[in-house]
């Protein structure tokens, strides 16, 4: 462990800590806007800078290491600094709401009780169309963090975004200016799950009255493989309806990563032809809704039936990689010890 002194007080922190780590751990809260706890310390918008005694010029929190014996303000001249960081972020903030998502920046400059001075009056961009209809970038609201570029590289692994232009004509866009179809993007979301503003944002959300902080999440398992990755489905309240799904960071086996099947394949649920009640066949041929008691019932009698008639080997089960591990380790307890079956398949499998 480390010492240092932070706001005047004692603190530790463990050895090659990050300062907004330790910071946070000792109750202090540092606001961030570039940084994300999945990439690497990049010290980009200045949002965290801190005085650190020696120091010829404030320091980014979230790209400095503590060190023993080190000294850190985080209440002094940088309050200043972030609120006029801030308006100067604002003067060319000109939609900070173009799909719904939370926007990291007005929250802040609400909190710092900053406002846009002026606008800029180059603030307007070119604006971007792309032709996928899941994500869309506004660079209206994009403050050049660089997160959704750093998030394709380091966690994706992909080269699908890139930064482009200078000044007030930079944008991120696809690499090459292509559609993000026509690049190596798997439309997982990744990078518009990291952006801090919304600038990336669920396409299909675009110009609804559908606030993010306003639905309902209700945590669940990706249903579509057997990584089962972990999700908030965000059911609007009004509708009842599922309008979008996240993830967070500290959710296992995913850690807030989705690939497009997880993310934005979520509209079968309200599907009109969706099965949401057992169908039992009757003795007209055709197909009646039935409880599941009724219908475990009549499964149970045509497994015990084709038992009677032709042996134990004859019914065989199909398992399925969309279940979990744990119904597929029932439906195989099912198979050998309650029927005496080794004939266990999953429809993935081949
Ligand atoms: S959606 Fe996923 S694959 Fe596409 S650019 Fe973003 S991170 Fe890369
Ligand atoms: S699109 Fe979002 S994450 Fe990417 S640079 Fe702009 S604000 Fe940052
Ligand atoms: S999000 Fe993708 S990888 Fe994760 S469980 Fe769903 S289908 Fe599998
Ligand atoms: S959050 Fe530290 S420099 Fe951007």
Same mark, same amino acid.
């Given at each position: 462990?480390v010492?240092?002194?932070?706001?005047? %007080?004692?603190?530790?922190?463990?050895e090659?800590e990050?300062?907004?780590? +330790? +910071?946070? %751990?000792q109750?202090?809260?540092?606001?961030?806007l570039?940084?994300?706890?999945k990439?690497?310390?990049?010290?980009?918008?200045r949002?965290?800078?801190?005085?650190?005694?020696?120091?010829?010029r404030?320091m980014?929190?979230?790209?400095?290491?503590?060190?023993?014996g080190m000294?850190?303000? =985080?209440n002094?001249?940088?309050?200043?600094?972030r609120?006029?960081?801030?308006?100067?972020l604002?003067? !060319?903030h000109l939609?900070?709401?173009p799909?719904?998502?939370?926007?990291?920046?007005?929250?802040?400059a609400?909190e710092?009780?900053a406002?846009?001075?002026?606008?800029?009056p180059? +603030?307007? %961009? !070119?604006?971007?169309?792309?032709?996928?209809?899941?994500?869309?970038?506004?660079?209206?609201s994009?403050?050049?963090?660089n997160?959704?570029?750093?998030?394709?590289q380091?966690?994706?692994?992909?080269?699908a975004?890139?930064?482009?232009g %200078?000044? $007030?004509?930079?944008?991120?866009?696809?690499?090459?200016?292509?559609?993000?179809l026509?690049?190596e993007?798997?439309?997982?979301?990744g990078?518009?799950?990291?952006?801090?503003t $919304?600038?990336?944002?669920e396409?299909?959300?675009?110009?609804?009255?559908?606030?993010?902080?306003?639905?309902?999440?209700?945590?669940? =398992?990706?249903?579509?493989?057997?990584?089962?990755?972990?999700?908030?489905?965000?059911v609007?309240?009004?509708t009842?309806r599922?309008?979008?799904?996240?993830?967070?960071?500290?959710?296992?086996s995913?850690?807030?990563n989705?690939?497009?099947?997880? &993310?934005?394949?979520?509209n079968?649920?309200?599907h009109?032809?969706?099965? =949401?009640?057992p169908l039992? &066949?009757? !003795?007209?041929?055709?197909?009646?809704? +039935?409880?599941?008691?009724?219908a475990?019932q009549?499964?149970a009698?045509?497994?015990?039936g084709v038992i009677?008639?032709?042996?134990?080997q004859?019914?065989?089960?199909l398992a399925?990689? &969309?279940?979990?591990n744990?119904e597929?380790?029932?439906?195989?307890?099912l198979?050998?010890?309650g029927?005496?079956?080794?004939?266990?398949h999953?429809?993935?499998a081949t």
């Amino acid at each position: 462990m480390v010492e240092f002194t932070l706001d005047g %007080r004692p603190a530790t922190a463990s050895e090659g800590e990050l300062l907004v780590h +330790a +910071a946070a %751990r000792q109750g202090v809260f540092i606001p961030t806007l570039c940084h994300d706890d999945k990439l690497e310390p990049y010290g980009g918008c200045r949002m965290c800078v801190v005085d650190v005694e020696g120091a010829p010029r404030p320091m980014p929190a979230c790209a400095t290491r503590v060190a023993p014996g080190m000294v850190v303000s =985080t209440n002094g001249s940088t309050t200043d600094f972030r609120r006029t960081l801030t308006e100067m972020l604002l003067t !060319e903030h000109l939609d900070p709401n173009p799909g719904g998502r939370p926007n990291e920046l007005t929250d802040l400059a609400q909190e710092l009780g900053a406002e846009a001075p002026f606008i800029l009056p180059d +603030a307007k %961009r !070119e604006p971007y169309e792309d032709r996928n209809k899941l994500m869309g970038y506004e660079p209206d609201s994009c403050i050049l963090c660089n997160r959704c570029v750093r998030y394709t590289q380091e966690v994706m692994q992909c080269s699908a975004l890139s930064l482009e232009g %200078r000044g $007030g004509e930079a944008r991120i866009v696809p690499t090459w200016g292509k559609s993000w179809l026509d690049t190596e993007c798997e439309l997982c979301g990744g990078c518009l799950s990291v952006c801090p503003t $919304g600038a990336l944002h669920e396409k299909f959300l675009t110009g609804a009255d559908v606030e993010e902080s306003a639905l309902t999440k209700v945590k669940t =398992t990706c249903t579509f493989c057997g990584v089962g990755c972990q999700l908030d489905l965000n059911v609007d309240p009004a509708t009842d309806r599922i309008v979008k799904v996240t993830s967070e960071p500290h959710y296992v086996s995913n850690e807030g990563n989705l690939c497009v099947k997880g &993310r934005f394949s979520f509209n079968f649920v309200h599907h009109p032809d969706r099965l =949401t009640e057992p169908l039992v &066949r009757g !003795e007209d041929g055709e197909l009646h809704p +039935a409880t599941w008691e009724q219908a475990l019932q009549v499964a149970a009698d045509g497994i015990k039936g084709v038992i009677a008639r032709h042996g134990t080997q004859a019914v065989g089960f199909l398992a399925s990689a &969309r279940l979990t591990n744990e119904e597929n380790y029932l439906i195989q307890k099912l198979a050998r010890n309650g029927v005496g079956t080794n004939s266990v398949h999953s429809c993935e499998a081949t």
